[in-house]
Structure formats: C-alpha cells, structure tokens
C-alpha cells in the first residue's frame, strides 16, 4: 500500500472509530469536538480510484450557509 493509501485509510478508520465512540453513553463531548475536525482537517488527498473518474467535489449544488 503506498503511503498515502496507508495515511488516508488509518484516518478515515480512526474517523469511524470516533463517530462510534460519540454514540456511546458517557462520551466525552469535548474530546469529540476537539478531536473530529482535527482528524477530518488532516486527512491527505484521497488515493488514486476512490473516486469515479471525472468526478469533481466542488461541482453539486449550493447548500445553505456555504459562502464559496
């Protein structure tokens, strides 16, 4: 796995092991809150074939609040 391959997907799990965690009674709000968006922020470009070819993020509609 390149490395790239290998950083996106421990972020990506390790996103999916918090949204788990924030659903368990007891969990640490702020931890959260911290957490996510750092975790998100630091996500590396996805690899290569993750997305359908010509596929374009920024092309879709306008969502509410967005200021883009």
Known sequence: MCPNCEDFARTVLLLGQL??????????????E???????????????????PGYDPDDGPDYPGTAF
């Open 34 to 52: 911290a957490l996510g968006p750092s975790l998100a922020a630091s996500l590396p470009d996805p690899p290569p074939g993750v997305f359908p």
């Open 19 to 32: 949204a788990l965690y924030a659903d368990v009674l007891g969990a640490d709000e702020d931890f959260i």
